[in-house]
């Protein structure tokens, strides 16, 4: 069994290569049955081998980017400028930054979403800009609570993970509105052009940020970063939510039922997931400042 799930590097770039080359197979008409069977258990076999290989394809791209910064002139004159140098030498920069450019992107998108529904006259558009706006606001407000932390920060932190857990309480209410609408109306995002294309980039983005910031802060014990953590978690079921109804709108035909029963399955996890969030955050606050005394 350990031979099967890890074999040599060859054995997996060809599982790799056959596994996920195999579907193109999948195309011509008339495939044997039997030959169908192979190829999906091929790809399950090479989608099972790249997961088990990750931990070591991680420590080699890990040390070989130590190697590469060690000897690279270019990292080195980065290092000497002022900004370059506070980002990869202080951590709390490199927290500063990553918030900051997290609310300025959310801000971005929000401009994109209130230009897109003034031009095509869409009032989904303009409710979601209005809702990219809110979040770009709470964003702010993490940025500047972890801009002011005072020496001993812990009980400040968590004021202010209390209060976006409340914020996020709050934010909840216009979200069942709109997921309540697409549900009830059997109304969607449709997003006409491109548009969808772009608001896909954005949804795949905000969810790799999210899985990408739930791995790095798992050992952080900063409120603030785990306020920040659970925002893009909520933002991106948002984001999935809306690309889901504008996908199944665009390309799912005219299957109703089918439209009526994702869209509430969705709608539904996205809210409780939310409110879900929202409470534990405001309720382990509040625990976690009776011990450390700043309730």
Known sequence: MRCLLFPPGWVVLAATLLGYGGFFLLLVPR??????YAVYTL???ALTVD???LPRLKAYIKKRIVQVCEHSRILGKIRKTTFGGAYLNNRDFRVNTGLS???????????FRAVTGILYASPWFISMAVYYFLLGILR??????????PQNPLAYEYRCYQTMGKLLLLLN??????????IFEN?????????IYLSAFYTFYMATVSVINLWKTRKMESPVLAAAKFLNMVSAAMSLMGLQTAIIARFGGDGTGFRVKMNSITGIGVCALALGVALYMTIDARRKLRKVGGA
């Open 101 to 111: 450019l997290g609310m300025a992107v959310n801000f971005l998108y929000t401009v």
């Open 187 to 195: 109304s969607g995002f449709v997003y006409p052009g491109l548009v």
């Open 43 to 45: 790809s399950a076999y």
């Open 173 to 182: 209410i216009p979200m069942s509105g709109m997921v309540c609408l697409v």
């Open 51 to 53: 997961i088990a290989a």
């Open 31 to 36: 495939l044997h049955p039997a030959a169908e």
């Open 140 to 149: 702010a407000y993490l940025v500047r609570c972890y801009r002011r932390r």
